[in-house]
């Protein structure tokens, strides 16, 4: 695992395109700075990715915290989409980029 931090604040994305630049290795994840990942999320896709040749894509589900720690599920709101899932992704994005695993 190789984690990039930038020396200066930047928009997430000018962020992102320095990681990817810097980025070595079959798998490639992003946390945002006020983002959390639960301990096994990285194992998790991981594994799944290694059993499943095929898969390019893996996220988890979101938990929102709002200011007053009230909390709300994505998926409870909009169930993933298995499969062939671009036609479904360019209707909505449900997939928050801090959940998202992608095969190098």
């Known amino acids: 695992m190789r984690y990039f931090r930038g020396e200066t604040i930047v928009p997430l994305g000018a962020g992102r395109n ?4 810097q980025a070595r290795g079959r798998y490639l ?9 639960r301990p096994e999320k990285l194992a998790a ?5 290694e059993v ?4 390019g894509l893996a996220c988890t589900d979101t938990e929102i915290f ?3 720690g ?14 062939k ?3 479904a992704l360019m209707e909505r994005q449900w997939i928050s980029m801090s959940s998202a695993m992608i095969r190098a």
């Open 70 to 83: 009230m909390r709300r599920r994505l998926f409870a709101e909009a169930a993933p989409v298995r499969g």
């Open 66 to 68: 709002d200011g007053r």
């Open 18 to 21: 320095l990681a990817l630049a």
């Open 29 to 37: 994840a992003f946390l945002d700075c006020d983002d959390l990942w």
């Open 52 to 55: 499943q040749p095929r898969v």
């Open 45 to 49: 896709q991981t594994a799944l990715f």
């Open 85 to 87: 899932a671009f036609a």
